[in-house]
């Protein structure tokens, strides 16, 4: 089984960019589509960006695209998710997760088996 641990979150300026890492063990990560969510407090969780077993195919909510990039390296068994020009509405815990059953990234949680514990992302106005 795979396991998942974020990092790179912290306290960000509006405007401002952040890296996190989701980085895999267990199995290699290469196996598994890739998709980052998130949660901001008193909401559910909610889909943010997804990528294919080999990162050929992206997929990103809507309010995301242009300003956010997911990527992978499949020979370091992480995924990236670079943030710029963060808004204060993007304050959340970001998770990661690992799914087995599709080839393409999805935007619903229940294609994803595997979950990070999340990395707190808070942006300040």
């Known amino acids: 089984q795979v396991q998942l641990k974020e990092s790179g979150g912290g306290l960000v300026q509006a405007g401002g960019s952040l890296r996190l890492t989701c980085a895999g063990s267990?199995?290699?990560?290469?196996?598994?589509?890739m998709g980052w969510f998130r949660q901001a407090p008193g909401k559910e969780r909610e889909f943010v960006a997804g990528?294919?077993?080999?990162?050929?195919?992206?997929k990103y909510a809507d309010s995301m695209k242009g300003r956010f990039t997911i990527s992978r390296d499949n020979d370091k068994d992480t995924v990236d998710l670079q943030m710029s020009s963060l808004r204060p509405e993007d304050t959340a815990v970001y998770y990661c997760?690992?799914?087995?059953?599709?080839?393409?990234?999805?935007?619903?949680?229940?294609?994803?088996?595997?979950w990070g514990q999340g990395t707190q992302v808070t942006v300040s106005s």
């Open positions: 997760a690992a799914g087995e059953k599709y080839g393409d990234p999805q935007v619903v949680e229940a294609a994803y088996e595997h």
């Open positions: 990528i294919s077993w080999a990162g050929g195919r992206t």
């Open positions: 267990g199995r290699p990560l290469a196996r598994y589509i």
